[in-house]
């Protein structure tokens, strides 16, 4: 078997030829994903700074007004860090050869990061003023109602575990990506797709 391994694994692998105008276009099309990603994420941000903002006004306790205000500064911080971390640089006027690909490869690499980091700065800022919403109600409730603050703080645990999956497995394509443009060879001022 290690011998079968071995010859599969030290293979030639032909290299990929892909003109600069295939490049780019990739290149640009990651780019304008990641900036409706990043629209998206922004705007989310934004109702959550708002509508818990509104709630934390309203209040009538301090314990749930606690959880409030910390659920804006972790929304808050989340729509900072990704934009501090998540914002795509521009694609350069020159992009040619392995310049083209070295670019490409790290703007993956720096979204491919940010995903696998997903409970650091999105889903964890997050947690203490969902806790502390959860266990004041579950608090506060009476034995007989007191199912659905438990409840909540399950549908919650689901949907955070939910969404770090979905970021791990759009990270784990990103990679696949990477080491797919090992194999790439740009050719300039070719277009050979026909």
């Keep these: 078997m290690d011998e079968f391994r071995n010859l599969w694994q030290n293979q030639e692998v032909d290299e990929v030829k892909i003109s600069i105008t295939e490049l780019r276009a990739k290149a640009a099309k990651f780019q304008n994903r990641i900036q409706r990603r990043n629209l998206r994420e922004q705007l ?3 109702f959550v700074v708002i509508a818990f903002g509104w709630m934390f006004f309203k209040a009538p306790a301090a314990v749930p007004r606690i959880g409030f205000g910390l659920i804006v500064v972790g929304a808050i911080y989340v729509a ?3 934009w501090a971390k998540g914002t795509p ?4 006027s020159d992009i040619g050869n392995t310049k083209g690909v070295e670019f490409y490869r790290r703007e993956l690499e720096k979204q491919r990061d940010l995903l696998q980091d997903i409970w650091k700065w999105y889903l964890g800022p997050l947690i203490p003023g969902m806790t502390i919403l959860v266990i004041g109600g579950i608090l ?3 034995p007989e109602r007191r199912w659905f603050p ?3 703080a399950v549908f919650c645990i689901a949907l955070f575990w939910g969404i770090g999956q979905f970021n791990f ?3 784990r394509r990103l990679t696949q990506q990477m080491e797919e443009l090992k194999l790439y060879t740009v050719q300039d001022g070719l277009d050979l797709r026909g």
């Design 80 to 82: 900072w860090h990704l």
């Design 150 to 152: 438990s409840a909540y």
């Design 89 to 92: 640089n521009a694609l350069p």
């Design 44 to 46: 989310a941000c934004l």
């Design 169 to 171: 497995r759009a990270a």
């Design 140 to 142: 506060d409730a009476p």
